[in-house]
């Protein structure tokens, strides 16, 4: 679990920091250039990796639902009793995890796995998971599937049941993956494939 996990880069990505900090000061001692270089220029990467930047949430009508996650929306599919929102994030794309709404945990389940791309159907009875349903004080829920594509690095995240979110607050890490979220029929849906998301910040739609 990562607690209070607000600084300019998540904890998830310090052991992966402290290594390359002392990877650099051994091969400095050593005076071996090359591999001083590299190991500088993966401590550039991780810090990118983990940026944690601040944001605003925009302010929107009671219902408003927003990104969990910053990628691209690869599909919108229409359910028997809802919608399904796939957006895929790259290894650039910002690993934070936010909550989409004012709700509260109702549920939530991590399964350690592999780490295949998510192009290869398997990779959804394979891949590790974390799953996660939000619910509002009206009883509507938001259910979030986290799967990793090739990662670097585990799904963190930090929360318990009954746990209430305002809006955009941080939940979690997930370095490269594919995100499936499930909503209502009742949703009124304002997003288009194709369209960069940005978690915490892009309006996904309204939920009624």
Known sequence: MMMND???VSKAGYKHIAAAVAFFIIFAL???GLFKFLSFAALI???FIYRNPERETPYFQ???LVSPVDGKITAIN???NGYEIVIKSSLLDTSILRV???SKVKSFHIRKGARLST???KAMFLNEKFEVSFEDKDGHIMHIQHLLDNSIDDITANLHLDQEFNQGKRYGVMTKGKTIITLPMTCRLSLHV???VRAGETLLGYIT
């Open 119 to 121: 192009d290869i159907r």
């Open 6 to 8: 607000t600084f300019i």
């Open 30 to 32: 050593f005076g071996w």
């Open 78 to 80: 229409t359910l028997d």
């Open 62 to 64: 009671t219902g408003s």
């Open 45 to 47: 990467f991780f810090i």
């Open 194 to 196: 194709g369209e960069k």
């Open 100 to 102: 989409p709404f004012l």
